[in-house]
């Protein structure tokens, strides 16, 4: 649980320290604020109610987070900011893939805790255009097909990958194109009824378009798609 300190001069004696701390990756200075106060490893120490991990995972110190996450239990990486940011939130949205590992193997949990505006860490890197997180989140999450993942989830990384024009460049890699593939099909099987797609159509998506070829036409057939996903959103069940 998060813990708040009201007192003005224990803020000033643990918390700006901790926080001064966590910001330069300073682990020696950290430690022994953490070893004489241990309870502050939960405590918001900024005005935004971020803790030190949320610091230190956002300002890319891996050796840090590192050290500070094997002081804490499980459930205290889930503690979100003001923003509802976990610290793997912001690794995500910062791009450092390291950090983002140490999290996950923590608190595995972590990778379906939605954080601002209700985007998920991955949703988060593909927003940030950080392919190297999307491809480690991506897999860490079973290819979305776990049933903690909702069509809805699928559509708004789908979409966080085309705004980001993350397959529009080959020099990403393949790997980025075939999750971006994968997640066109998900979201087609998600919203089929809905969107009463015909077969040729589908299969002209599904086989077409990310062929590493025309990437280009890619972009036009994949965009007309999400805009149907998007409006599919208002019709079907929040479960789905």
Request: overall charge positive.
């Amino acid at each position: 649980m998060l813990v708040f300190y009201t007192d003005r001069e224990k803020y000033q004696t643990i918390c700006l320290p901790l926080y001064e701390a966590a910001l330069k990756g300073d682990w020696h200075a950290a430690q022994g604020i953490i070893g004489k106060y241990p309870q502050v490893i939960n405590v918001s120490i900024t005005m935004y109610h971020d803790t030190a991990l949320h610091i230190a995972s956002s300002t890319k110190h891996t050796h840090f987070v590192e050290e500070l996450v094997k002081l804490m239990q499980a459930e205290d990486l889930e503690l979100q900011n003001s923003y509802l940011n976990t610290a793997l939130c912001l690794a995500a949205a910062a791009g450092t893939v390291k950090i983002a590992e140490i999290l996950v193997k923590k608190n595995p949990n972590l990778l379906t805790k939605r954080g601002a505006n209700n985007m998920s860490p991955l949703s988060l890197a593909a927003l940030f255009r950080h392919n190297g997180m999307v491809s480690c989140l991506y897999s860490k999450s079973n290819n979305m097909t776990d049933d903690e993942w909702t069509g809805t989830d699928r559509v708004m990384l789908l979409q966080a990958c085309i705004s980001a024009n993350l397959y529009g460049k080959l020099s990403l890699g393949r790997n980025i194109l075939s999750i971006i593939k994968n997640l066109v099909i998900s979201c087609v099987i998600s919203f089929l009824y809905v969107l009463n797609l015909s077969k040729l159509y589908m299969h002209f998506v599904l086989v077409d378009i990310f062929s590493g070829v025309k990437i280009m036409h890619a972009d036009l057939i994949a965009r007309n798609l999400l805009t149907h996903l998007n409006l599919a959103l208002y019709v079907m069940p929040a479960s789905t």
